[in-house]
């Protein structure tokens, strides 16, 4: 039997690709370079199966070629607004993401810039290295308390909810939620949370704000100069979700004029491109998206997209499809 042809669009954890490998007829890419619009359109073109990732822009333009081959993208990673899924749908191209595997980590590095900009860790460790420390004092690089404050999660998925597991269970925190659909109220209990019913209820009475929403149109520039204002002077953002959720040019005047009291991005509008006026904010910790970047999320991803080929090429509903 002819193996189905996958293109994997970037490099990934050796165990996998190798994996892959056995059971496909695989083409790798070894440099690890981003690929064009004209690089998909010949991928889609010609590969049974195109495994792309979140650096991976597919639009519209780039699955319209005369004889499409590719029957599935299956993205590695849970995000997925960069790939037009209503184009997807015309070809009749199915989307499969890789849910769940990577939501602990996620929820691991959203807490650690949370205490990462509270505690002021990034100005400490430029310190030490510039060998600019001079020295314990009372007054030195005072930062925020976070334990039993009240933390503020816009959308509460799975990794919301792990969110808000480590910051209750761990950190005493009093937990607000704002999510589009109603949470199961046994979910909430497990964290003593409280759903409000818009963002402008969770803004005012959050000390810290963490954003776990998909990205997508539906959800550009939720956070927007407006709804920063209703942010508390010293309260801090944190945005592990999607760049496009936060408006960087209105985050970064918060920041400048101090109406709040600072922010942590993992991740960005137009990255790895970084809007200048963000790079001049002194209360900002930024991170280049590595929400989900450990051996364990890495690999367990890799594994969950083999997973969802195996089901889709033996004929098989794969769990995670998602359009
Ligand atoms: C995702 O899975 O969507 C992440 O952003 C990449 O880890």
Redesign the pocket.
């Known amino acids: 039997m002819i193996k189905p042809s996958v293109l994997l669009t970037r490099r990934w954890p050796k165990v996998v690709e190798q994996k892959l490998a056995e059971d496909y007829n695989v083409v790798l890419n070894r440099n690890d370079r981003p690929l064009s619009e004209a690089d998909f359109r010949e991928a889609i073109a010609k590969f049974d199966a195109v495994l792309p ?2 650096t991976d822009k597919i639009g519209a333009e780039a699955m319209n070629v005369p004889k499409a081959q590719t029957k599935i993208l299956a993205n ?5 607004s960069h790939i037009d899924v209503n184009a997807a749908a015309k070809h009749g191209i199915a989307i499969t ?2 849910p769940d595997v ?1 939501s602990d980590c ?1 929820a691991d590095l959203a807490m650690t810039l949370m205490l990462m900009v509270a505690r002021r860790a990034g100005d400490g460790e430029r310190e030490v290295r510039a060998g600019a420390w001079s020295g314990w004092r009372p007054t030195h690089l005072i930062g925020t308390k976070v334990s039993g404050k009240t933390l503020g999660i816009v959308g509460f998925g799975r990794i919301g909810q792990q969110m808000a597991r480590r910051a209750h269970h761990g950190f005493g925190m009093e937990i607000v939620v704002f999510n589009r659909s109603k949470v199961d109220p046994k979910i909430l209990a497990q964290f003593n949370a409280r759903q409000v019913d818009t963002i402008e209820d969770l803004l005012p009475q959050s000390d810290f704000v963490s954003l776990h929403c998909p990205g997508g149109a539906e959800n550009r520039h939720m956070i927007n100069s407006a709804r920063l204002d209703l942010m508390k002077l010293d309260a801090f953002l944190i945005n ?1 979700a ?1 760049g496009e959720v936060v408006n960087e040019h209105a985050l970064a005047q918060s920041l400048m004029f101090d109406t709040i009291g600072g922010a942590a991005l993992d ?1 960005f509008d137009a990255e790895p491109r970084i809007n200048p006026m963000l790079a001049q904010c002194d209360n900002l910790v930024m991170l280049p ?1 590595l ?3 450990t051996k364990e ?1 890495r690999e367990a ?1 890799g594994f969950r997209v083999v997973d969802n080929l195996n089901d889709f090429f033996k004929g098989s509903a794969p769990r995670d499809r998602v359009a």
């Open positions: 990732t979140v590695y990673g849970v995000g997925f993401n890789t990577l996620t592990t999607r991740v998206h929400g989900s970047a999320a991803m």
